[in-house]
């Protein structure tokens, strides 16, 4: 596909699931990043995939998030034991390089019940 | 640390109506600056950007300036249309790292 592409759209979940989102970026895009936006917030950053490696994860709230990249493509954000308070957004952004311009995905909507 | 501050809305003008959203910034170092817009079920696209102290961005009719002395960026229209409708997200990016701060965002509504 042309643009970043985020799976599921909408994912509900009960308290304490465990839920993967998938983000797959531009092709040959380099730089891949991860964002959650709250109702009525900015997007607040998670963490930056530079190729296959976590560059900056200090986005990251706690360690029930994870976020893997194994192939520099692909990437997966993952929550553990997961919380109403994680309902948001999840937004995915890649770029060619880092600091050149990120394009976003359409985001997964993320209620947990 | 890094901030970005709005005026919050939501905006209300008619068509051909002048547009300012302000935005102010707190960084250390020399960010980048951006204005996003999110259309109505759309995802975030980049609107226009300025990388340094006195540059102006510019596009689809949108202008801001980078003002390094009042640390903002404020985005300007001369005549807005129906189709501005929107969310506008100002942002920044610290020194290099690609990495965006946002603001919280300003919705505009403009009515024909």
């Known amino acids: 596909g042309a643009g970043v592409s985020q799976t599921p759209s909408n994912k509900v979940t009960e308290k304490g699931k465990y839920v993967e989102l998938r983000c797959d970026p531009i092709s040959g895009h380099t730089a891949l990043y991860w964002y959650r936006q709250s109702l009525g917030q900015g997007p607040e950053f998670l963490i930056y995939f530079q190729g296959t490696g976590a560059a900056d994860d200090s986005g990251l709230p706690n360690d029930r998030f994870f976020a893997v990249r194994p192939e520099g493509s692909v990437s997966t954000l993952k929550i553990q034991r997961t919380e109403r308070g994680d309902s948001a957004v999840y937004l995915c952004?890649?770029?060619?390089?880092?600091?050149?311009?990120?394009?976003f995905g359409q985001g997964t909507r993320l209620t947990v019940v | 640390g890094n901030s970005v501050t709005q005026m919050e809305g939501p905006v209300t003008l008619s068509e051909e109506a002048f547009l300012t959203i302000n935005c102010t910034y707190t960084a250390t170092g020399y960010p980048s600056l951006f204005w996003y817009v999110q259309y109505p079920g759309e995802g975030l696209q980049l609107l226009l950007k300025?990388?340094?102290?006195?540059d102006k961005g510019s596009n689809k009719g949108f202008e801001a300036t980078y003002r390094k002395e009042t640390t903002s960026f404020h985005l300007e229209k001369g005549s807005v249309q129906v189709s501005d409708s929107a969310v506008y997200f100002c942002?920044?990016?610290?020194?290099?790292?690609?990495?965006?701060?946002f603001g919280q965002g300003t919705t505009l509504q403009v009515k024909p």
């Open positions: 300025a990388t340094k102290a006195d």
């Open positions: 942002a920044l990016s610290p020194s290099n790292t690609g990495k965006l701060i």
């Open positions: 952004a890649s770029s060619f390089r880092q600091n050149t311009e990120a394009f």
